[in-house]
């Protein structure tokens, strides 16, 4: 079975950070690129960013500066550091592959607070 499992949420204060990982078992995403996507209540899911099987990254015009995304084939491991956390922002994030045998994991809740 191919599963995606999210960890790293929680509640922080606006300004903290957070630091995200998603771990993929069950197969390989070496040669996919892969991202993170966030939902808020009432909003439809978005792309926050990405990165490619070569490193290439693209970030939401929303974060960029303040998020990095990495990847760690050895482990099969992607991450997602938040930094200078906002409260729109908040959502729960869920990582990706860019491939049709990787389906969604069950997300990570993030909620900052003002």
């Known amino acids: 079975q191919v599963t995606l499992v999210e960890s790293g949420g929680g509640l922080v204060q606006a300004g903290g950070s957070l630091r995200l990982s998603c771990v993929g078992s069950?197969?390989?995403?070496?040669?996919?690129?892969i991202g993170w996507y966030r939902q808020a209540p009432g909003k439809q899911r978005e792309l926050v960013a990405r990165?490619?099987?070569?490193?290439?990254?693209k970030y939401a015009d929303s974060v960029k500066g303040r998020f990095t995304i990495s990847r760690d084939n050895a482990k099969n491991t992607m991450y997602l550091q938040m930094n200078s956390l906002k409260p729109e922002d908040t959502a729960v994030y869920y990582c990706?592959?860019?491939?049709?045998?990787w389906g969604w994991g069950q997300g990570t809740q993030v909620t900052v607070s003002s």
């Open positions: 990706n592959v860019e491939s049709p045998r």
């Open positions: 990165i490619s099987s070569l490193g290439t990254t």
């Open positions: 069950g197969s390989t995403f070496s040669a996919n690129a």
